[in-house]
């Protein structure tokens, strides 16, 4: 069983920057693909960023492509998301997932385990 913490989130006025971290306990962290989603009021929890298991694969959603990076450091068992540029249509509760047995995942439901979330306010 992974327990999945994330932190990070808060407040931020548009063009600034936030970096979520997210901690991992209770399993190999190192053979689990990583991701980030996000899901904002009243729509759906939709995929932004995914990392393969040694980190050489990354994927984002186009919505987030050049602005957000995800990274991990398996010998601290997190996985980061540093956004940077941030609009008020990122506002939204972000969570981390992991997901066994995968090169990367980009689908909600590739995804084993998952955080609690860190809500993220961008105003404009």
């Known amino acids: 069983q992974v327990q999945l913490v994330e932190s990070g989130g808060g407040l931020v006025q548009a063009g600034g920057s936030l970096r979520l971290s997210c901690a991992a306990s209770g399993g190999a962290f190192s053979s689990y693909a990583m991701g980030w989603f996000r899901q904002a009021p009243g729509k759906e929890r939709e995929f932004a960023a995914t990392i393969s298991r040694r980190g050489e694969y990354t994927y984002y959603a186009d919505s987030v492509k050049g602005r957000f990076t995800i990274s991990r450091d398996n010998a601290k068992n997190t996985v980061y998301l540093q956004m940077n540029s941030l609009k008020p249509e990122d506002t939204a509760v972000y969570y981390c997932?992991?997901?066994?047995?995968?090169?990367?995942?980009?689908?909600?439901?590739?995804?084993?385990?998952w955080g609690q979330g860190t809500q993220v306010t961008v105003s404009s």
């Open positions: 997932a992991a997901a066994g047995g995968l090169l990367v995942a980009r689908k909600k439901n590739e995804y084993d385990y």
